[in-house]
């Protein structure tokens, strides 16, 4: 029996869900720290014809994107892999860029994909405070400490310095999809791939932002044959952060609220 199932053809299948950078306690994000060694399992099965990886995110922290994209890369170097990407309902913004991680890509026709783009968002409250009585007093030592404070006014010059890193994090973020992509990316069809705009999977395949499309056990089973095995790795919350999360109902109204806005920019 054991030698009848070594001879199986196995496919690992990763499975990253979840806004990138973890949202509270206890969730179920995508982070570096969270997915480096379920990457490191997928990866490490020697007899493995390629190893597949659905995303379904909407995106969130740029570091952790990079992060977890760069280790898979490194991870298919090392073992000498070939990198298949699913997009499920969402592969935008951070998620399109680890998806970029992949040798080819392909989505759903219904799929949401791109959203190249960095996006910064706050309120502002100083009238509301002023309205019902109450002083801000903020003490700093560095004149730019308290720079885009939501109870203060907004201050051109803080507004330039928050443009200026969201141009440097554009263009990280571009360099990646160009490099992942590079002749793929069809840019003489009259639209800005890069305004962080986000199309269906249909529109997506005929931007070149991915290959085909079709879900993974299809794709999969057409490239490798009906007898592949995939296995399964996802991260799985522990018993612990079950039984035992601290968050108060406050806490967890406003980060599901937090987490919903980023999903929901996706949705229909």
Request: charged letters at 30%; hydrophobic letters at 35%.
């Amino acid at each position: 029996m054991f030698s009848l199932f070594k001879k199986k053809k196995i496919i690992p299948h990763i499975k990253l869900y979840g806004v990138i950078g973890n949202v509270g306690k206890f969730k179920q994000g995508i982070d570096f720290s969270g997915q480096e060694e379920i990457i490191k399992k997928a990866f490490s099965i020697k007899k493995s014809l390629a190893v597949a990886i659905s995303i379904n995110s909407p995106g969130g922290s740029p570091v952790q994107s990079h992060l977890v994209h760069d280790f898979i890369r490194y991870q298919a170097k090392k073992n000498k892999k070939k990198v298949i990407v699913f997009a499920e309902d969402v592969a935008a913004s951070g998620g399109y860029l680890i998806s970029c991680a992949g040798d080819e890509i392909y989505a759903n026709q219904s799929s949401i994909v791109g959203s190249i783009g960095v996006i910064y968002s706050s309120f502002g409250f100083k009238d509301l405070i002023e309205k019902i009585g109450v002083q801000r007093r903020v003490y700093t030592a560095g004149k730019n400490k308290s720079t885009l404070d939501p109870f203060l006014d907004e201050k051109k010059e803080d507004i330039e310095r928050l443009k200026n890193i969201q141009l440097d994090l554009h263009k990280n973020f571009i360099d990646v999809v160009e490099k992942s992509r590079s002749e793929k990316l069809k840019k003489d069809i009259g639209i800005e791939l890069f305004s962080g705009e986000f199309w269906s999977g249909n529109k997506a395949l005929e931007l070149g932002l991915i290959d085909g499309i079709g879900n993974a056990n299809d794709v999969l089973r057409e490239k490798y044959g009906e007898d592949i095995v995939i296995k399964n790795f996802e991260k799985s919350k522990s018993w612990l952060a079950r039984k035992l999360s601290s968050e108060s109902n406050a806490e967890k109204i406003i980060n599901t609220i937090e987490e919903k806005s980023i999903w929901q920019k996706y949705g229909f």
